[in-house]
């Protein structure tokens, strides 16, 4: 509520009184349907407006975080839908004997935190508070605290990255991931790995991904540690994955005692050539599953295609090349068209390949259930 009466304050700066029970009704409304433009109000109220505030500064801070991190969780959100459920409020305190501590309440981390004059202390304090209680929060007790521990690190660099906080992010890297490795606390490689998997589109839509869905079954049972070396083997199937090499065979079929993800790639122009052509590729699918697997993860590139431009006499006059997902649009449409399967999610996206950008898309397939 209080970014809303920031709000409320800067649309009304003599009062409410007399304004009509409808407008404020409307607008009340309104605010909470878009609460990242109450958010946003509020940061650009106290960054520019708001002289006469008193503890200006850490309000500043405080609404730029509450908007940002709101705003970095719903991108995030959007490679994969839940794992980071919960927006940010910050409470100031002075008293030197008082922990600072984050908890939960209703669908935000409140995050009591003491205020330190160098600002890019604060925000990193803020997401080493905000990330552990934040990202998977059904799945921590069914995943190895060490693997979290690397997970909300690197989805602290990721945060720091798409919400441009530069100079705070050379301040973790320095102060919190170079002297994790130097002691030994945090594995380089993991990181790397991690970073890795991002670049190729495949942390949150996958291997955050799973980690959710385990978390949605098993939270508040009994069960829920019975799996954790599951997410380890998980994570060792995927970083094999993410470090292949093109025409290397890995192991693309993981069945573990919960986790159970077979993984596609489509690429190899041979086998679309090919006399099966895309069957080959439908029939993979149908072969994962008989093997045990959940989800079928089907991924591809931009694939150029060539066009020939004729004349009248049928000569080719003119070659033009496109890129598309003419392969996998197709292989999509012969899978919505079983009767076996459904595509859960069809994602198109741009990744880093080798310091380039390209673009894929992502089918996640999985059975149908008959009663």
Known sequence: MNAINDILAILFPTGIAGISIFLIVRLAIYFAKHPDIVLRWSEIYYKHLGFWETNRQRKIVSSELDYRVTKIANKINRESDGIIPYGLKIKWINDKNQKENASIFRDEVILVLKESADTDKNIVDAFLLFTPKALLPKAREACDSVLLHHLDLYTIKKMLTIGRYTSAYNYFMKTIVDVGINNGSIRRTDIETLQLSDEKGLFSRILLEEFRLLGDELSGTIEE?????????FYTFMKAVVNRRPGENTKLLYLGSRIKVAIVFVAKRATLDSYYGLDSYTHRVELDF?????RVYMMGYKMYQEEFEVDSDGYVVNVVKHASF?????IEKKLQENFNYFVKM??????RVDKQEKYVKLLTIEQKEFI
């Open 290 to 294: 008989k093997n045990g697997a959940k």
């Open 225 to 233: 540690k019975k799996f954790i070396e599951d997410t380890l083997d």
């Open 346 to 351: 069809s994602d198109k996206y741009p990744i």
């Open 326 to 330: 003419e392969y996998l649009d197709e």
